[in-house]
C-alpha cells in the first residue's frame, strides 16, 4: 500500500533521531573539585605574585618574574648598596698561566634583562602549596597527610627529607655520650621521642633529655654503668 508524503517525512524524521542519538558519545562524567589542584586535598595553591612586570627565561629554562624594587619591602624602602670596592690586584701565578677569575667576576646567566627598576625572582619548579592542619609538605611541593608521613618514637625527622615527628612527640637532639662527652650524632636531624613524661624511653639520653633519663656514673676503667 502506498504511504502518503505526510507519512514519508514522518519516517524520515525519526530514522534521522535514531542516528543522530545512535552516533553521539556518551556523556563524559565532570571532573571532580580539585582534580586539577596539584595541591588537593591536604592544602591550597599558593596565589601567584601580582606585581610581576615583565617575565624572562634562562638559557636553561629557569622562568624569571621581574618585580619593582620598591615591592619587596612593605613600606617600599629599600636599603641603598654599598660602594663598590676597588678589586685588588691580580696576583701573579707561576709559568706565566692566566690567573683564575675571582667569585665577584663570575656572574649569573639570568638571559634577557628586565625592565629598569625591577630585580629578578626565581619562579619555583614545583608547585606552591600552603598545607592544611595536619598536613606537611613534601619534597615535590604536595601536602600528604602527616598520620602517614610523620616520624614516630625513636625516629628521625629532617627538614632536608621533609619529615616531622608524629602528633605527641617532641623533637629533641639526636645525642650520645661519647668519651664521657655528650655529641651530636646527627646534626642535621632531630629525634622524636616522648621526653618530658618521666620515663627514659627509646633514642632518650642524659645528653638530649636529662629529665627522664639520668646520668650515668663512671664505672672501672672509665666506662659507664
Not at 93 to 103: F, K, L, T
Not at 194 to 200: M, S
Amino acid at each position: 500500500m502506498p504511504m502518503n508524503a505526510p507519512a514519508l517525512l514522518l519516517c524520515s524524521l525519526l530514522l534521522l533521531s535514531i542516528g543522530c542519538a545512535a552516533s553521539e558519545p556518551a556523556p563524559v562524567d565532570s571532573p571532580r573539585p580539585g582534580a586539577d589542584d596539584p595541591c588537593a586535598p591536604g592544602g591550597t595553591l599558593r596565589p601567584g605574585r601580582r606585581n610581576i612586570v615583565a617575565t624572562t627565561v634562562t638559557p636553561d629554562g629557569q622562568v624569571i618574574d621581574w618585580i619593582p624594587i620598591a615591592s619587596q619591602t612593605p613600606d617600599g624602602k629599600v636599603a641603598s648598596p654599598p660602594p663598590p670596592r676597588a678589586p685588588p690586584p691580580p696576583a701573579a701565578s707561576p709559568g706565566g698561566a692566566a690567573p683564575p677569575r675571582s667569585p665577584t667576576e663570575t656572574s649569573l646567566q639570568l638571559g634577557p634583562g628586565g625592565p629598569a627598576g625591577t630585580v629578578p625572582v626565581l619562579r619555583p619548579r614545583r608547585p606552591q602549596c600552603d598545607c592544611l592542619p595536619g598536613y606537611v609538605q613534601q619534597a615535590d611541593g604536595s601536602c600528604a597527610e602527616l598520620a602517614s608521613r610523620c616520624s614516630g618514637e625513636g625516629a628521625m625527622a629532617s627538614g632536608k627529607s621533609f619529615t616531622v615527628c608524629c602528633p605527641g612527640l617532641a623533637r629533641i637532639p639526636a645525642m650520645d655520650r661519647v668519651d664521657g662527652q655528650c655529641v651530636v650524632t646527627a646534626p642535621d636531624a632531630q629525634l622524636c621521642a616522648k621526653c618530658g613524661d618521666g620515663a627514659c624511653g627509646t633514642g632518650e639520653n642524659d645528653c638530649n633529655c636529662p629529665s627522664d633519663c639520668h646520668a650515668t656514673s663512671p664505672g672501672p676503667g672509665g666506662s659507664t654503668d
